[in-house]
C-alpha cells in the first residue's frame, strides 16, 4: 500500500461515511419500504451524492503522494462498496427484493461524485491552500 496514503484514505473514508451513509441508511430503509412515494428520496440522495463529494475531496486533499484523483476513487468506492456489501446482506437475509440496475447506477454516481471530489481536493492542494 504504498502508492496510498493510508492516512488520508482513513481521513476521507470517514468523512464519506458520516456525511453519505446516514441519508443512503433513511432512503433504504425508510422511504423505501414505505408504499406512498414521498418527495424526500431525492433529496437524501442528493445529500449522500454530496456526502461522497465532500469525502472524497478531503481524501484527495489530504493525500501527499501526488495521486488526489486515485485516493478520491479509492476512499469513494471503498465507503459505497462495503455499505453496499451491508444493505445487500440486508435485504438477502430478509428477504428483499435486490436490484442490480439500482446499485449500478447508483455506484456510477458515487464515482462520478468521487471524481469531483478529487478534483475539488486537487485544486486546495494545487491553490496553496494545506489541511491542518
Do not use: Y
Not at 469525502?55 to 488526489?68: D, E, I, K, T, Y
Not at 459505497?80 to 438477502?92: K, P, T
Not at 464515482?111 to 491553490?127: D, K
Amino acid at each position: 500500500m504504498k502508492d496510498f496514503d493510508s492516512l488520508a484514505l482513513q481521513k476521507g473514508a470517514s468523512v464519506t461515511a458520516l456525511f453519505a451513509v446516514p441519508p443512503t441508511l433513511i432512503a433504504r430503509f425508510v422511504i423505501d419500504n414505505s408504499d406512498n412515494p414521498s418527495g424526500w428520496a431525492p433529496l437524501l440522495s442528493l445529500l449522500a451524492i454530496c456526502g461522497f463529494v465532500v469525502g472524497s475531496g478531503v481524501a484527495a486533499w489530504h493525500q501527499q503522494l501526488g495521486r488526489p484523483l486515485m485516493h478520491a476513487l479509492v476512499a469513494g468506492a471503498g465507503v459505497f462498496v462495503v455499505v453496499q456489501s451491508f444493505f445487500l446482506l440486508v435485504r438477502v437475509a430478509t428477504g428483499g427484493e435486490v436490484r442490480v440496475s439500482r446499485i449500478i447506477t447508483a455506484f456510477s454516481l458515487a464515482l462520478v461524485a468521487s471524481v469531483c471530489g478529487g478534483m475539488l481536493g486537487s485544486f486546495m492542494q494545487n491553490s496553496g491552500v494545506r489541511p491542518k
